[in-house]
Structure formats: structure tokens, C-alpha cells
């Protein structure tokens, strides 16, 4: 296995010049305040195609021979890997077949479509990206049709490490670290190729949702294992099982990578958008995430020292913002839900509100689950806390009151219910 190297990833820059554009490298003020760090954002989501995707789908058609062009391509992806496929197909007038999970926002579907327009045939088949890539394959065996790996590959690697190119360039000097989400590997891999060669001493930071942090585990286990279970939540970087190619780059320079919950995701997504007006999906913002993730590992650098995040994507679907609020509102502890069995008696209710609820408590569900008997009966009950602190007191007042409630946990199956 021959891996790639950073010369690889310089002939895939002259591939994209003229045609991916150098995305912005931008300080920013927000996290370099909150980490004490001198923080940059390499905005991927600024890029035609609303993430880096482009870049390594591009440099591998465009590298194609004539007639494997001829044959056309087939992809398969969550979204941004297949908007990168339709947008250098469309480039370089070659025919495409895009299988994507039925987990793929619509709005990544509609982007698909535009930037193919009539060269890609999209095909929305399987839950995980792992069944679209079988899909994908038994039309490659059937047509001939050439497989372009959303990370699986050197030609894909090669094309996502110009992103690292560009930011030692644009940087005019080397960053203390790079922190780049991780899916399958590619962008992590690609990075990795052009930082040890080119600046070895830049610690690379790689971060992956916690349910779906199968670089972890394919580190750990000395090989890519398929993870029993994935929350498709972070769609961008999802994936069940990391490449064989991208592992192996990972595998021999062995950089940091570290995990991050979910929720914490839809915190930071919230502050990208409210703060600094940048609309980023939840993988985009897996890295900057990172940087405020205190159990992660401490901080990524020394204070004051120069480190570059990758905002790899901006392709969110403005319907998933309610999921986003919540997770990020039970993430910071301000939301709760309970099933409290309520006596079928005048006035129950209004003790409820008078004696058990705070001052700056809110109500935000209250859903009658079924009447038990014709003494109680149960009700969903959300709670919004003004603060944290807020939670043990309300805890105290339940027990006292003489109501029967029980905690919906999290982790509980009856937590699937609010979302």
C-alpha cells in the first residue's frame, strides 16, 4: 500500500486551481476568547459547493482517463461527498450515479440535483452511507462505471489534504495545530500527508461525534471495525467503518483524536450562527466544538498559541434547527422531561405550578401519555430551566410534593419521544 505523500496533494492542487476556490481563513475573536488560543477558521462552507468535498471528488474525475470518463462515475454519499461528485461532473461533463441514505437532509438532496444538474441521476436507497457504498458498488460490477470514494482512496486523500496546503499558506507560517473533523478519514488523512512533510511539528487534532467515533476505534483495534451502532445525527461524518487508506495514513503518523457529544455539537452550532453568523452543519462544527470541550483532553495548544479549525461544511437543512435547540438545550442542562402521575383530583395541576414549578420555570411539553386509573394519570412534562443550579432544587420540590415522578432520562427509550 502505497500511501499518499505531499507531493501527491500539490499535483491534486494544480488539478483544482481555476476551478475550487481558496477558501478564507478567518480569526476568530469568539473562541480565541473562550480558549485563551489564537483561533483561525479555514471556512470550507464557503466553497461553491458549501464544503471541502469538492476538492477531492474534483481532483480524482479530473485525473480519470478518457475512457473511464466515457463509462461515468458513481458515488455514494451522505451529502457533501455527492454534492462534490455532481459539481465536477458537472465541470467536466461527466455522466454520474449518487446513491445517498434516506438520512440525507433535503436540503443536501436539492443542492445535488442543481450542481449536477442533467449529468447526475441521484438515487436515495439504504439507512447508512455504508448501504448506499453497496449500492454503489453492484452498479460500478454491472455498468463499469468508476467508483469515486467519498474518503477511501489516495486520490481522494490527496485532494482533501490541499485544504492543509492552503492553510500554511494563507497562515504564512506553520499553527501550533489543525483540528479537523473526522467521517471516514479523508480530510484527517490528507492532513496528516501534507503537515508531515511539510511543517512536522503542527499537531493534527481529529474529531469525531461520540456516536459515531469510528477512527477511535479503528485505532485502538489496529484496523477499520465496522461500530455496532451510529447516531446519524452528525450526518457528515457518520460513517460506520473508516477507510482502509485513510487508517493507514492515520495509523502511521497517529494524531490526537478526540470525541465530542452531540450536544455539545448543537451548542456550538447555535453560537456559529448567533455570534459570528456563520450557518455551519452539525460536522462543521465538530472541531470548533472540540476547543471547548474541557473533558476532551484539555487544550489542543499552549495558551496564546495559533490554532486553525476546519469548518468543513454549510450544507444544514434549516428544518433540523428545533432538534438543534433542544439537544443543545438538554445538553447544557437548561431542559428536562418527566413522567409525573398526576391524581385525578380538582387542583392537582395547579399544585403542580404553584408548589413544585419555580419562579423561572417553564413549561414546554405537557402531554397526557393514558390514563392508568381513576386515581392517576401520567403526563409527559418538559421543563425549561432558567439555569443549571435550577435543576436540583426542582428535584427537592418533587420529592416532597407527594407526586409520583420519574425521571426521563437521556439515555432512556422513552427519551425518543420528545424528539
Known amino acids: 500500500m502505497q500511501l499518499p505523500t505531499a507531493s501527491d496533494v500539490e499535483r491534486a492542487a494544480g488539478l483544482l486551481g481555476g476551478v475550487v476556490g481558496t477558501s478564507p481563513l478567518q480569526h476568530s475573536a469568539r473562541l480565541s476568547a473562550a480558549t485563551g488560543l489564537d483561533v483561525w477558521l479555514k471556512r470550507e462552507d464557503l466553497q461553491e459547493v458549501r464544503?471541502?468535498?469538492?476538492?477531492?471528488?474534483?481532483?480524482?474525475?479530473a485525473g480519470l482517463s478518457a475512457a473511464e470518463q466515457q463509462r461515468g462515475v458513481t458515488c455514494a454519499s451522505a451529502g457533501n461527498h455527492a454534492q462534490g461528485v455532481a459539481f465536477?461532473?458537472?465541470?467536466?461533463?461527466?455522466?454520474?450515479?449518487?446513491f445517498l441514505p434516506r438520512t440525507t437532509p433535503r436540503q443536501k438532496r436539492t443542492r445535488i440535483a442543481a450542481l449536477g444538474g442533467r449529468f447526475v441521476e441521484v438515487v436515495v436507497d439504504g439507512d447508512t452511507y455504508d448501504d448506499a457504498a453497496l449500492r454503489s458498488r453492484?452498479?460500478?460490477e454491472a455498468t463499469g462505471a468508476v467508483v469515486v470514494p467519498a474518503f477511501d482512496d489516495p486520490r481522494t486523500i490527496a485532494g482533501q489534504g490541499t485544504v492543509a496546503l492552503e492553510i500554511l499558506q494563507q497562515l504564512g507560517r506553520a499553527p501550533a495545530a489543525v483540528v479537523a473533523p473526522v467521517g471516514g478519514g479523508?480530510?484527517?488523512?490528507?492532513t496528516l500527508t501534507v503537515l508531515?512533510?511539510?511543517?512536522p511539528r503542527v499537531a493534527v487534532v481529529g474529531v469525531e461525534p461520540a456516536g459515531a467515533a469510528s477512527m477511535t476505534a479503528a485505532l485502538a483495534a489496529g484496523a477499520p471495525v465496522e461500530l455496532e451502532a451510529v447516531d446519524s445525527f452528525v450526518d457528515g461524518a457518520a460513517v460506520r467503518r473508516v477507510g482502509d487508506w485513510t487508517h493507514a495514513v492515520a495509523a502511521q503518523h497517529r494524531p490526537e483524536v478526540r470525541t465530542v457529544p452531540e450536544g455539545l455539537v448543537?451548542?456550538?452550532?447555535?453560537?456559529?450562527?448567533q455570534s459570528d453568523g456563520i450557518i455551519a452543519e452539525p460536522a462543521g462544527a465538530l472541531a470548533t466544538a472540540a476547543l471547548r470541550d474541557s473533558s476532551a483532553g484539555g487544550p489542543v495548544a499552549e495558551p496564546g498559541a495559533t490554532v486553525v479549525c476546519v469548518l468543513s461544511g454549510g450544507n444544514n437543512d434549516v428544518s433540523r434547527y428545533a432538534e438543534v435547540v433542544e439537544r443543545a438545550l438538554v445538553h447544557e442542562g437548561l431542559r428536562?422531561?418527566?413522567l409525573v402521575e398526576f391524581p385525578?383530583?380538582?387542583?392537582?395541576?395547579?399544585?403542580?405550578?404553584?408548589?413544585v414549578l419555580g419562579p423561572d420555570d417553564d413549561i414546554v411539553l405537557f402531554e397526557y401519555v393514558k390514563r392508568s386509573n381513576r386515581e392517576t394519570g401520567p403526563a409527559l412534562v418538559g421543563i425549561e430551566l432558567q439555569r443549571p443550579a435550577d435543576y436540583a432544587p426542582l428535584l427537592e420540590r418533587m420529592s416532597t410534593s407527594g407526586i409520583r415522578v420519574e425521571v426521563v432520562e437521556p439515555t432512556s427509550p422513552q427519551f425518543r419521544m420528545v424528539q
Open 51 to 61: 464544503s471541502y468535498k469538492g476538492r477531492g471528488a474534483y481532483s480524482l474525475i
Open 88 to 98: 465536477a461532473c458537472s465541470r467536466l461533463g461527466v455522466r454520474a450515479t449518487i
Open 344 to 355: 385525578q383530583e380538582p387542583g392537582a395541576l395547579r399544585m403542580f405550578l404553584d408548589d
Open 336 to 338: 428536562h422531561y418527566f
Open 266 to 273: 448543537c451548542v456550538e452550532m447555535l453560537d456559529l450562527y
Open 186 to 190: 479523508g480530510l484527517l488523512a490528507g
Open 138 to 140: 453492484e452498479l460500478a
Open 196 to 199: 508531515a512533510e511539510r511543517a
